[in-house]
């Protein structure tokens, strides 16, 4: 939960999400959902020379499992407040049920 | 505040706890596909999903010369401010070499 919480927090702002076939995708975070499955708006494929299938999609939904990493607004995250909620987590892992 | 502070300090009963003390710590993370991450722990869960900052990726990759057949060892690297890393592709996770 503590990462579906973080990324609802992002919701509205532009983050890149690189799948695991290597293609990367830029756009404004519009929903996540428990599995961490992403809705990008304004999307825009950052290698479009290599990947050009994608030129006239302008939203998507990314299923969660097939991302590899998500590179963020540093300036939008609250690393205190990020490790605080990590340290919990680990703290009551009853309260939320471990999954 | 109080009660997880003393619990910090002692309590290594499961794995997970290991890299719950390397929180705001520099970390090594090995992922598929011969991924290498070294960058701040922020933030992790059970699944090893985690937000990393300052992040360093380094990405071997192996070319085959046609004509030769010979193998030739590439090394990719790429920096990222702020990163969340989708756990299941990691492979392990260790503080960095001091070296």
Redesign the interface.
Not at chain 2, 42 to 46: L, V
Not at chain 2, 80 to 86: D, S, T
């Given at each position: 939960m503590l990462f579906y919480s973080f990324f609802k927090t992002l919701v509205g702002q532009p983050v890149t999400v690189e799948l695991k076939n290597d293609l990367a995708i830029t756009g404004v975070l519009v929903s996540v959902d428990q599995f961490l499955n992403i809705k990008l708006d304004n999307i825009k494929v950052v290698d479009e020379e290599r990947y050009p299938h994608m030129l006239a999609v302008k939203n998507c939904f990314i299923r969660g499992s097939v991302v590899r990493y998500v590179q963020l607004p540093a300036p939008s995250v609250d690393m205190a407040l990020l490790q605080d909620a990590a340290r919990r987590e680990r703290q009551q892992p009853a309260a939320g049920g471990r999954k | 505040m109080d009660?997880?502070a003393p619990?910090?300090s002692t309590g290594i009963e499961e794995p997970?706890?290991l890299v719950?003390l390397s929180?705001?710590e520099r970390i090594y993370v090995k992922l598929r596909?011969d991924r290498e991450l070294r960058g701040r722990l922020?933030?992790?869960?059970?699944h090893l999903?985690m937000?990393l900052?300052d992040v360093e990726e380094t990405i071997t990759v192996v070319d085959v010369n046609e004509e030769t057949m010979e193998e030739v060892i590439r090394i990719v690297k790429r920096n990222?401010?702020?990163?969340?890393?989708?756990g299941?592709?990691v492979i392990l996770v260790s503080p960095p070499s001091r070296a």
């Open positions: - | 009660d997880h619990l910090e997970l706890d719950r929180l705001d596909g922020h933030a992790y869960d059970g999903n937000v900052g990222c401010e702020m990163l969340f890393v989708r299941d592709g």
